[in-house]
Structure formats: structure tokens, C-alpha cells
């Protein structure tokens, strides 16, 4: 899979369109990232901290972080 919307998640491939976050990406795929406080009809928060990932490196909630094009997902 190739494209401007899509990131690496685990070292596969995930699309994403414009807005998601990379749960939400994630989610789509098929892919499970464990969570608690996230909802599909509530504003993301980050507030339990289960849904940490690394993003090149660098720890963040997936709930919360837009997905990006050409960024590694641990």
C-alpha cells in the first residue's frame, strides 16, 4: 500500500483520511490499540493514558494524535 495517507503501524501499512487520529486509523484497519476513555461520540482526551504509542520514537496517546503520513507506529 502506497500513498500520501498512510502511516506504519507495527511495520504495516494503515490508511488514514484527513482528520483521524491514528486510533481511529487504527481502529478502521482492524488494528487494536487497548483503551479506555475512548468513544467514538466523545472529544478526545487522553486522560487514561492506555493508548500510549511511540511515534518515531517519541511516546504519545494515540487517541489524540492525528495521524500522519510517513511516520512509524509502535
Known amino acids: 500500500m502506497t500513498g ?5 503501524l507495527d511495520g504495516e ?3 488514514f483520511e484527513a482528520g483521524d487520529s491514528i ?3 487504527a481502529m478502521r484497519a482492524g488494528r487494536y ?3 479506555l476513555c475512548h ?8 486522560s487514561c493514558r492506555l493508548c500510549i504509542v511511540q511515534v518515531n520514537g517519541r ?3 494515540s ?3 492525528p495521524a500522519q503520513a510517513n ?4
Open 23 to 25: 486510533m481511529d486509523a
Open 13 to 15: 501499512a494503515v490508511a
Open 59 to 61: 511516546q504519545v496517546s
Open 4 to 8: 500520501e495517507n498512510v502511516f506504519l
Open 33 to 35: 490499540i487497548p483503551h
Open 39 to 46: 468513544h467514538p461520540e466523545f472529544t478526545p482526551h487522553g
Open 63 to 65: 487517541c489524540t494524535q
Open 71 to 74: 511516520v512509524s507506529v509502535e
